[in-house]
């Protein structure tokens, strides 16, 4: 989408903004530790009966399977088995989301991560009919990562444009530097949003998706503000929308020469 790079999001020039910005990422990592232990201890307590229960059920589909007349029977026991699997994908996102998150930092190569994100995503979206783009900037992007959760963060982000383009489109990845912040826009052509949907986006089970989670969106800033890093939106109902993650460089991992 060409407009958000007419118009990149103003907050990286502003240092005004720059207050604001870090107290409320302060005061929502405070919360989420909080909550965490709470998740963590609830977790433990539903995962333990879920597994029996699962089990069960898994038992009593093999019982019943060949006995006559219990057609009805079996299609009761397998909604029961999708529903218990759900329940437990709906708990392990939010244990993604809240809880307890130890970065396991390795300075890395931003763009050699997007890279290998590509190459796993690519014959997904192939099978949507989304094109992946990468436009990657040259200087040297080291930063230190949690690389499972970064990709994670990409991921969800990816998932999403092209679950925002059922018809195809492109999805394009861009890196760049601005003031020692690495800047890393994530693309699509899709059905975009109005801006009246923007403010509740990275809220914690906000989904306009049948069987969607909402907690994609909130995971990734979450992981991404756990970094010390920031993340925003810029979207065109019927255009496309843009996210935007920065993250610091530190001063050392900037070198001015060319990687490649
Ligand atoms: N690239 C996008 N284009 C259009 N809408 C999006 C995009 N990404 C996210 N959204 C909107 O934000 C909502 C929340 O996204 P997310 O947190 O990933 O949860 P989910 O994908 O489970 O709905 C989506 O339901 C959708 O309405
Ligand atoms: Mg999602």
Redesign the pocket.
């Known amino acids: 989408m060409s407009r958000s790079q007419s118009s990149p999001q103003t907050d990286v020039k502003t240092g005004v903004s720059t207050d604001t910005r870090e107290s409320e990422r302060e005061f929502r990592l405070h919360q989420l530790a909080k909550l965490g232990e709470l998740a963590g201890g609830l977790a433990h307590e539903l995962k333990n009966p879920l597994s029996t229960i699962k089990l069960n059920l898994q038992l009593l589909q093999e019982d019943i399977a060949s006995v006559p007349d219990l057609d009805t029977s079996r299609a009761r026991v397998q909604t029961l088995r999708r529903e218990v699997d759900r329940l437990h994908q709906t708990l392990d996102s939010f244990l993604k989301f809240a809880g307890r998150i130890e970065l396991d930092r390795q300075t890395v190569h931003v763009n050699s991560i997007i890279r290998d994100m590509i190459d796993f995503f690519n014959p997904q979206a192939a099978a949507h009919q989304v094109r992946v783009y990468a436009s990657l900037t040259d200087e040297d992007l080291k930063v230190s990562l949690d690389i499972n959760l970064f990709k994670q963060a990409l991921l969800?982000m990816m998932?999403?444009a092209v679950?925002a383009m059922p018809s195809g489109g492109d999805l394009i990845i861009r890196t760049g530097v601005h003031d020692s912040t690495l800047i890393l826009d994530v693309s699509d052509t899709g059905v975009g949003m109005p801006p009246s949907q923007l403010p509740r986006l990275f809220e914690a089970f906000y989904t306009t998706k049948k069987g969607?989670t909402g907690l994609?969106?909130a995971t990734t800033r979450r992981i991404i503000e756990e970094h010390g890093g920031h993340v925003s939106v810029q979207s065109e109902p019927g255009r496309g929308t843009n996210f935007r993650l920065e993250l610091p460089l530190r001063a050392q991992e900037k070198a001015s020469v060319p990687v490649n």
């Open positions: 969800n998932l999403n679950q969607g994609g969106l």
